[in-house]
């Protein structure tokens, strides 16, 4: 509306310019012309219709036409009624006294960006608080602020009550857990012979270590019960305090196996039926193996698959980077960021190959 405010007033400039150099007579016609075509305009509309204004035209011709005493504004041809025009420049006064006027702030102050974001913090990090329980924890920390508006902050941000943010998902209890879960599936191939084997491996959530337990062309319950006593025994050694171990209802596991993990202090988690998703680390793991060396290999036999399986394990766990360990490998560490130019420009770089080329490692020369 300024706009286009600014632009009238400016053209309309230029038209009384226009107008210093004509004498009384030419104006007097060009009055006369202009009211004959405002009779034909009311005459075309007729007394049911009615012509539209513009925000930025009632107040130009408010501005405009409101210096002239209300007698010679009556006798003025207009579209609309004198009363109107007067109507418009009260408006156009009151909105310009409320701008002037309007206090520069309203109610209460807003509450400052760092408490905010620790309300939001104690939010998260406590899903079993509610606001009252928030601001209970705020006045321990010497910060004065109303329950009402903890509520404010939750509800702006769409953050569920309590209860409903209590209730705890699968992701969340295997991120809080992964330093104490193990998760196991059998994965099967079929040799160049035509035999069928099926490989037993498990993979720690928290270091991504993965261990293959063994493989078999039969996967009765003494063979599954031998390789997970072995899996004990290796985590004892290893000082892992395991607590729980995820698998699929795959009727390969036998029931003992449970009381043997049970015995050891490891409680058994059943994934849903069909539901990949809530072991998707062990998933994730076997796509990999598939794609980087199953389908990339010819297996000839269970010995070279045995082979092949336990150098894919080396390479796996002390080489190859993993994004959920920032790039780093189970059991090894990102080294530090080379910061000499020179040795940047002139890199050594020396391949060794696994299993005649099918995987590759990357290291600098000695």
């Avoid at 020396?350 to 995987?359: I, K, M, Y």
Wanted: hydrophobic share 40%; glycine share 4%.
């Amino acid at each position: 509306m300024l706009l286009r405010l600014a632009y009238l007033a400016v053209t309309n400039a230029f038209a009384a310019q226009r107008l210093l150099p004509m004498g009384d007579r030419d104006k007097d016609v060009e009055i006369l012309a202009l009211r004959h075509q405002i009779t034909v305009l009311e005459r075309q509309l007729g007394a049911d219709t009615r012509a539209r204004f513009a925000p930025e035209d009632r107040a130009f011709l408010a501005a405009l036409l409101t210096s002239l005493p209300r007698e010679v504004l009556r006798r003025v041809r207009l579209l609309v009624r004198p009363d109107t025009v007067l109507r418009w420049h009260r408006d156009l006064m009151n909105r310009r006294h409320a701008r002037t006027c309007r206090p520069n702030r309203r109610g209460r102050p807003p509450t400052v960006r760092s408490i905010r974001v620790l309300i939001l913090r104690l939010v998260r990090e406590n899903p079993s608080w509610g606001y009252r329980r928030v601001h209970g924890e705020l006045t321990t920390l010497g910060i004065k602020i109303a329950p009402s508006t903890v509520w404010e902050i939750l509800k702006q941000q769409r953050l569920d009550p309590a209860p409903e943010r209590a209730s705890t998902t699968w992701a969340e209890f295997l991120r809080s857990q992964a330093d104490a879960v193990l998760a196991c599936d059998f994965i099967e191939t079929i040799t160049l012979n035509g035999q069928r084997q099926y490989i037993l491996a498990v993979i720690e959530h928290a270091s991504r270590r993965v261990r293959v337990l063994g493989t078999t062309a039969h996967p009765n319950a003494s063979w599954v019960i031998q390789a997970v006593k072995n899996l004990v025994m290796d985590l004892e050694d290893a000082g892992c305090r395991t607590r729980y171990l995820i698998r699929d209802r795959d009727a390969k596991f036998p029931a003992l196996m449970d009381e043997i993990l049970s015995d050891a202090g490891i409680e058994t988690m059943l994934t849903g039926i069909r539901v990949p998703r809530m072991n998707s680390i062990m998933e994730r793991w076997v796509q990999s193996c598939r794609r980087e060396l199953l389908d990339r290999c010819l297996i000839w036999n269970e010995r070279h698959l045995r082979y092949a399986l336990r150098e894919y394990e080396r390479f796996y766990n002390q080489h190859r980077a993993h994004q959920a360990l920032a790039q780093a490998a189970p059991l090894r560490t990102v080294p530090d960021p080379i910061t000499d130019p020179e040795r940047i420009i002139n890199l050594n770089i020396r391949r060794r190959d696994r299993l005649g080329g099918v995987l590759h490692e990357y290291s600098h020369a000695a």
